[in-house]
């Protein structure tokens, strides 16, 4: 069935520095991809979202790349903050048909030293 | 702004109760999801409706889980018997899917965070 992995499952980095999270998607149709963010105990919150006829966007410090061929796509986030900790979730669906579920990557943990 | 909500926000029940959950999805959407969340399952989705209608619940323990929405505003996910294993926090999500733009962007609420002893 559809699949979708998320890398890494953790990662520590120091306040300023980038932070890259790379998902990759199993099922071809999916073309829309978006990245949500949760902080404990709190409700995951939808930060930035990629449609498969783009490549790229950014919006302030965050920016996700698509790509479509290798079925990959990436959050990147720089000069982090410690309010950046948090757990982000990548997704993937087909939006266009109305019909398919979005499926959800495992998460990664982040975690921002000052 | 609007909000998905959800309730009750915390349940702590036996082994063997029935529990109702509830969700009222933002006003319009017409895309709503039911999610579980542990620590060792991530996010698994299990049960997934389009105005109002149930698409895909495969995610379900079928024997003990049931998912309706009986009017637009209110979706149900119940849980009869109940059982340790089902500790977890359940969210609900809902959206406006957008098919000529292609997104399917989704809003959860706070959760429910259920306890079975």
């Known amino acids: 069935g559809e699949n979708v992995e998320q890398h890494p499952s953790t990662l520590s980095v120091q306040e300023g520095d980038s932070a890259v999270i790379k998902c990759t998607y199993s099922?071809?149709?999916?073309?829309?991809f978006p990245w949500y963010k949760q902080e404990l105990g709190k409700r995951p919150q939808l930060i930035i979202d990629?449609?498969?006829?783009?490549g790229e966007k950014k919006d302030q410090r965050i920016a996700v790349t698509l790509n479509k061929t290798a079925k990959h796509f990436s959050l990147h986030i720089t000069e982090t903050q410690p309010e950046d900790s948090a757990v982000y979730f990548c997704?993937?669906?087909?939006?266009?048909?109305?019909?398919?579920?979005?499926?959800f990557g495992a998460g990664t943990r982040l975690f921002v030293k000052a | 702004d609007a909000r998905v909500t959800q309730t009750p926000r915390h349940k702590v029940t036996e082994m063997g109760q029935e529990v109702t959950m509830r969700c009222q999805p933002i006003?319009?959407?017409?895309?709503v999801f039911w999610y579980r969340q542990t620590m060792m399952q991530g996010l698994e989705l299990l049960a997934y409706?389009?105005?109002?209608?149930?698409?895909?619940d495969s995610g379900m323990p079928k024997d003990r889980f049931s998912a309706e929405m009986p009017d637009a505003t209110l979706a149900t996910l119940k849980i009869q018997p109940s059982e340790p294993r089902d500790s977890a926090v359940y969210f609900c999500?809902?959206?406006?899917?957008?098919?000529?733009?292609?997104?399917?962007?989704?809003?959860f609420g706070p959760g429910t965070r259920l306890t079975v002893l």
């Open positions: 006003l319009g959407h017409n895309t």
């Open positions: 997704a993937a669906s087909n939006a266009r048909t109305g019909g398919f579920k979005t499926i």
């Open positions: 999500a809902s959206g406006p899917l957008r098919l000529l733009l292609g997104t399917d962007t989704q809003y």
């Open positions: 990629i449609r498969s006829n783009v």
């Open positions: 409706f389009r105005n109002r209608a149930p698409l895909d």
């Open positions: 099922d071809s149709a999916s073309n829309y």
